[in-house]
C-alpha cells in the first residue's frame, strides 16, 4: 500500500499553531508539507522508520509510544518546517507568463532581505524540533526499533546530528605563528579566554 500520499499534519493544524494567515490558500501548504515529510523527516528518521510511522498512521495501528512521537514531536517539527518550504511560494507565484511578486490592497511585498530574515526564523524553529525530536528517539531506544535496526537496503539512513546553521568558534590561541613578528610591525594579543583578555601588552 503506498503512503506517498499520507500527511502527517494538516494544513488546518499548521494555522492554528503558526503565524499563517487563516485565509491562505491551502494548496501553498499541501505541496510543502510532503516537501517537509520527504526532505526533512525522512532525513532525520531514515526511510525505513519514516514508512514505518506513515504507514501505521495511515492504518491508525500506530503504538502509543508511536503517536506520542507524532504528536508531541514529529507534527511541531513538521509544523515549522512546512511554513519554511512554503515561503518561497508564498513570496512569489509562478503564472502563465512570468514569476510574479504580489502586492495586496493591505500591503505590499516585503523585500529580499526581509524575507530571508523570516525564512531563517523559521528554520531555527523547525531545527529545535528536530534536535529535540532527536533526542527523544535517543532517549527512548526500546520504543522504536525500526530507527535502530536500518540496513544499507532501507533506504536513506536515520541522520544522528542536527543540521547547524551558525558557526562555532573554539576557544584557542590567537597569536601569530610568526616569532619575528615584531619586525614587520603586526600586534599579537593574547588568547581572550585567558587572563590577558583583550589586553596587547603580549607584544
Same mark, same amino acid.
Given at each position: 500500500?503506498?503512503?506517498?500520499?499520507?500527511?502527517?499534519?494538516?494544513? @488546518?493544524?499548521? *494555522?492554528?499553531?503558526?503565524?499563517? /494567515?487563516?485565509?491562505?490558500?491551502?494548496?501553498?501548504?499541501? =505541496?510543502?508539507?510532503?516537501?517537509?515529510?520527504?526532505?526533512?523527516? &525522512?532525513?532525520?528518521?531514515?526511510?525505513?522508520?519514516?514508512?514505518?510511522?506513515?504507514? /501505521? @498512521?495511515?492504518?491508525?495501528?500506530?503504538?502509543?509510544?508511536?503517536?506520542?512521537?507524532?504528536?508531541?514531536?514529529?507534527?511541531?517539527?513538521?509544523?515549522? !518546517?512546512?511554513?519554511?518550504?512554503?515561503?518561497?511560494?508564498?513570496?512569489? %507565484?509562478?503564472?502563465? *507568463?512570468?514569476?510574479?511578486?504580489?502586492?495586496?490592497? &493591505?500591503?505590499?511585498?516585503? +523585500?529580499?532581505?526581509?524575507?530571508?530574515?523570516?525564512?531563517?526564523? $523559521? &528554520?531555527? %524553529?523547525?531545527?529545535?524540533?528536530? &534536535?529535540?525530536?532527536?533526542?527523544?528517539?535517543?532517549?527512548?531506544?526500546?520504543?522504536?526499533?525500526?530507527?535502530?535496526?536500518?540496513? +544499507?537496503?532501507?533506504?536513506?539512513? =536515520?541522520?544522528?546530528?542536527?543540521?547547524?546553521?551558525?558557526?562555532?568558534? $573554539?576557544?584557542?590561541? %590567537?597569536?601569530?605563528?610568526?616569532? /619575528?613578528? !615584531?619586525?614587520?610591525?603586526?600586534? +599579537?594579543?593574547?588568547?581572550?579566554?585567558?587572563? /590577558?583578555?583583550?589586553?596587547? +601588552?603580549?607584544?
Amino acid at each position: 500500500m503506498s503512503t506517498y500520499g499520507v500527511l502527517l499534519v494538516s494544513s @488546518a493544524k499548521i *494555522k492554528a499553531f503558526t503565524n499563517v /494567515n487563516d485565509n491562505l490558500d491551502e494548496q501553498l501548504l499541501l =505541496p510543502n508539507i510532503q516537501i517537509a515529510q520527504d526532505l526533512g523527516l &525522512q532525513n532525520l528518521l531514515g526511510t525505513l522508520f519514516f514508512n514505518t510511522i506513515k504507514t /501505521n @498512521a495511515q492504518a491508525g495501528t500506530l503504538t502509543p509510544a508511536q503517536n506520542t512521537l507524532l504528536q508531541d514531536y514529529i507534527q511541531p517539527y513538521l509544523l515549522w !518546517r512546512a511554513v519554511y518550504e512554503a515561503l518561497p511560494s508564498i513570496y512569489m %507565484r509562478m503564472m502563465n *507568463k512570468s514569476v510574479i511578486v504580489g502586492d495586496t490592497e &493591505q500591503g505590499k511585498a516585503v +523585500s529580499k532581505t526581509d524575507f530571508s530574515y523570516l525564512r531563517d526564523i $523559521h &528554520q531555527s %524553529r523547525f531545527e529545535f524540533y528536530a &534536535q529535540r525530536m532527536m533526542d527523544y528517539l535517543k532517549n527512548n531506544p526500546n520504543d522504536f526499533p525500526e530507527y535502530y535496526t536500518w540496513t +544499507s537496503t532501507d533506504g536513506m539512513a =536515520p541522520s544522528k546530528e542536527n543540521y547547524f546553521s551558525g558557526i562555532q568558534f $573554539h576557544p584557542g590561541m %590567537r597569536k601569530l605563528p610568526n616569532p /619575528n613578528y !615584531r619586525l614587520y610591525g603586526i600586534q +599579537s594579543y593574547s588568547d581572550p579566554t585567558g587572563d /590577558n583578555c583583550c589586553n596587547d +601588552s603580549s607584544y
